[in-house]
T-cell receptor, first 113, second 114 residues
Framework: DAKTTQPPSMDCAEGRAANLPCNHSTISGNEYVYWYRQIHSQGPQYIIHGLKNNETNEMASLIITEDRKSSTLILPHATLRDTAVYYCIVRVGSGGSNYKLTFGKGTLLTVNP | NAGVTQTPKFQVLKTGQSMTLQCAQDMNHNSMYWYRQDPGMGLRLIYYSASEGTTDKGEVPNGYNVSRLNKREFSLRLESAAPSQTSVYFC?????????????FGPGTRLTVT
C-alpha cells in the first residue's frame, strides 16, 4: 500500500470550510484513497473514498489531483463536532489477501468557536 | 441495528492474568478485525478474519489469540497479560464489495495491565 503524508494538526473556524491535505506520491493505478476520522475516545468512522474522480457525500468532498499524487478532504461547514483525527489511507479496493487498513498518525483537526 | 458491540468497555488486569475481549456485529459482514491503539498512535492490526472459520495475523499478533466463533462473533484472548498490552482495543467488521473497504468500528475496550 502507498504511504501517505498528512500534517499533524490543523485549525479551522466553526462554519468555515476545513481543507485537509494528504500526499500519496507513490500511489498505484489500482489504489483508492480512503478517509476515516476518529473523534476522541471513539472508534474510527468511514468518511469517503475515491479512485480518481472527485467524490461528494453527505459528510464531505474528496478532491484528487489529476496525477493522483495528492488529495484534499473538504468539510464544507465545519462544526465543533468535527474536531477529530482525520486519517488518509491508500490501498487497493478489493481482491488479494491483504485486508488491513493502515492507519498512520493522521491530522488532528480542531474546530474553534 | 447495534452495529459492532464490544465487551467489556474497561478492564484492569494484573501482569500474567488472562482475559477474552468479546466482539459481535449484526450487519452480516464476512470480515472482522482486531486493532490496538496506543496513546498518540494510529491503529495497528492484531488479527483479522476474512470469513467464518478463517483467521490471519496482522502487524502485531504476538501475545494474542483469536477465535471466529461464528459469522457474528470474533473474540481476542490475552493468555498472559503484560504491561505492554495496555491499550485501547477496537473491533471492526466489513463487507467487501468491488471497491469499498468501509470498516465499521466498535466503541473500544480500554485495557490497563499493571
Amino acid at each position: 500500500d502507498a504511504k501517505t503524508t498528512q500534517p499533524p494538526s490543523m485549525d479551522c473556524a466553526e462554519g468555515r470550510a476545513a481543507n485537509l491535505p494528504c500526499n500519496h506520491s507513490t500511489i498505484s493505478g489500482n489504489e483508492y484513497v480512503y478517509w476515516y476520522r476518529q473523534i476522541h475516545s471513539q472508534g474510527p468512522q468511514y468518511i469517503i473514498h475515491g479512485l480518481k474522480n472527485n467524490e461528494t457525500n453527505e459528510m464531505a468532498s474528496l478532491i484528487i489531483t489529476e496525477d493522483r499524487k495528492s488529495s484534499t478532504l473538504i468539510l464544507p461547514h465545519a462544526t465543533l463536532r468535527d474536531t477529530a483525527v482525520y486519517y488518509c489511507i491508500v490501498r487497493v479496493g478489493s481482491g488479494g489477501s491483504n485486508y488491513k487498513l493502515t492507519f498512520g498518525k493522521g491530522t488532528l483537526l480542531t474546530v474553534n468557536p | 441495528n447495534a452495529g459492532v458491540t464490544q465487551t467489556p468497555k474497561f478492564q484492569v488486569l494484573k501482569t500474567g492474568q488472562s482475559m477474552t475481549l468479546q466482539c459481535a456485529q449484526d450487519m452480516n459482514h464476512n470480515s472482522m478485525y482486531w486493532y490496538r491503539q496506543d496513546p498518540g498512535m494510529g491503529l495497528r492490526l492484531i488479527y483479522y478474519s476474512a470469513s467464518e472459520g478463517t483467521t490471519d495475523k496482522g502487524e502485531v499478533p504476538n501475545g494474542y489469540n483469536v477465535s471466529r466463533l461464528n459469522k457474528r462473533e470474533f473474540s481476542l484472548r490475552l493468555e498472559s497479560a503484560a504491561p505492554s498490552q495496555t491499550s485501547v482495543y477496537f473491533c471492526a467488521s466489513s463487507e467487501e464489495g468491488r471497491e469499498l473497504y468501509e470498516q465499521y468500528f466498535g466503541p473500544g475496550t480500554r485495557l490497563t495491565v499493571t
